[in-house]
């Protein structure tokens, strides 16, 4: 629970791993679960997938700031804001409609992105990969001995 839910110290790339495998299930079945609802409900579907996400992103954040630590990053804020600003625009935009059409398909509505939606995404898309490479391929910053 503390790899999740405590602030302090510093974690490795194989703790990352672990961490970052039990919270890529958590929001598979999230998702799952919360698939039907969006289906459903529609809009309210839709704003309870965004609280969904709003709360995992607390044990991303935690997890993302013991390996950067790890890293010897500096001015953890920046880092944390570049890695996951651009996700939850793109998740808040396509909530509200902004930069995504909603269209009606055989009874589903769906949303597609429009330029700015689709840019966007690929900017989340980039933040992510850099993230993925930086906390969990990159060695850990030297230590003395």
Known sequence: MNLLF????TIGRGKFWIGF???????????LLVTGL????GTVGQWISFGILLILLYPAVVLSMKRLRDRGRDNL????FAYFAPGVLVNFA????IGFVREDLGGLTVSSPTA?????TFLAFLA???A??????????????
């Open 132 to 145: 993925i490479v930086d906390l969990g391929f990159l060695k850990g910053a030297e230590r003395p001995a």
């Open 38 to 41: 969006v289906l459903a409900l």
């Open 128 to 130: 992510f990969i850099v």
């Open 6 to 9: 405590g602030t302090e110290g």
């Open 116 to 120: 700015l939606g689709g840019s966007l």
């Open 94 to 97: 396509q909530t509200t409609g």
């Open 21 to 31: 495998l039990i919270l890529f299930v958590v929001g598979i079945l999230a998702s």
């Open 77 to 80: 804020n920046i880092w944390l």
